[in-house]
């Protein structure tokens, strides 16, 4: 069992060592030894891959402790730190945020909050889609036609039409592409693999635009 320092600043140098010795004070006055740092400068607007999220999944085991100074250092927005939150916890991983001790899932308020955060994320997700589904029938009736462009070499993507408008949002909040895969494939008739969707976003002028505006993980 490991102990992981998750530090992550704008550009600010010197705010990154305040962070550090906030880390350092915490595990000091508690006894706990912190094994590694993960550290990084950069724009909460960066992807998982760029923010070393992806990395910090990899390496957090089951019965491993991540702290980190408070809750919005780890996502770019309150769905994905949800969905990183949730993945941690189904890992096996206990989370102690210093400054908001109340959300931290290590101690005897775990499951409680799990349960939580687990209600928000799945919310946010109905939310998104309930917006999506009433902006394409409002689209169907003003006469818009949904469709993809002539000539994608990738039938099968052509079943993700309807669900434009849907990944369009989850681009923009900076999902990936395998979230969005998640997501949206229970909505689907038949599951479609991650290369129909990547074929999709890459092939639409529109999404392609988001997602490279967005920084968006693959």
């Given at each position: 069992?490991?102990?992981?320092?998750?530090?992550?600043?704008?550009?600010?140098?010197?705010?990154?060592?305040?962070?550090?010795?906030?880390?350092?004070?915490?595990?000091?006055?508690?006894?706990?030894?912190?094994?590694?740092?993960?550290?990084?400068?950069?724009s909460s607007r960066k992807?998982?891959?760029?923010?070393?999220?992806?990395?910090?999944?990899?390496?957090?085991?089951?019965?491993?402790?991540?702290?980190?100074?408070?809750?919005?250092?780890?996502?770019?927005?309150?769905?994905?730190?949800?969905?990183?939150?949730?993945?941690?916890?189904?890992?096996?991983?206990?989370?102690?945020?210093?400054?908001?001790?109340?959300?931290?899932?290590?101690?005897?308020?775990?499951?409680?909050?799990?349960?939580?955060?687990?209600?928000?994320?799945?919310?946010?997700?109905?939310?998104?889609?309930?917006?999506?589904?009433?902006?394409?029938?409002?689209?169907?009736?003003?006469?818009?036609?949904?469709?993809?462009?002539?000539?994608?070499?990738?039938?099968?993507?052509?079943?993700?039409?309807?669900?434009?408008?849907?990944?369009?949002?989850?681009?923009?909040?900076?999902?990936?592409i395998s979230a969005i895969?998640?997501?949206?494939?229970?909505?689907?008739?038949?599951?479609?693999?991650?290369?129909?969707?990547?074929?999709?976003?890459?092939?639409?002028?529109?999404?392609?635009?988001?997602?490279?505006?967005?920084?968006?993980?693959?």
């Open positions: 069992m490991a102990t992981i320092g998750y530090i992550r600043v704008s550009s600010d140098h010197q705010d990154l060592e305040g962070q550090k010795h906030l880390l350092w004070q915490y595990a000091h006055e508690h006894k706990i030894l912190i094994d590694e740092f993960i550290e990084v400068e950069v992807d998982t891959k760029t923010r070393r999220i992806d990395e910090l999944l990899e390496k957090a085991q089951s019965g491993d402790t991540l702290i980190v100074a408070e809750l919005s250092r780890l996502g770019r927005n309150m769905l994905e730190t949800l969905n990183i939150i949730n993945t941690l916890s189904e890992h096996g991983v206990q989370i102690i945020f210093i400054r908001q001790p109340e959300l931290s899932t290590k101690g005897p308020q775990e499951n409680l909050l799990l349960a939580i955060y687990s209600y928000f994320a799945e919310t946010e997700r109905t939310f998104i889609s309930i917006r999506t589904k009433q902006g394409l029938a409002a689209a169907k009736e003003r006469g818009v036609i949904l469709g993809r462009q002539k000539g994608s070499k990738n039938k099968k993507s052509r079943r993700l039409d309807p669900f434009k408008d849907q990944i369009a949002e989850l681009l923009t909040r900076g999902l990936t895969q998640k997501m949206v494939n229970p909505e689907l008739p038949e599951p479609l693999s991650y290369s129909s969707f990547k074929f999709f976003i890459a092939h639409d002028d529109l999404l392609k635009r988001i997602k490279n505006q967005a920084g968006s993980n693959p």
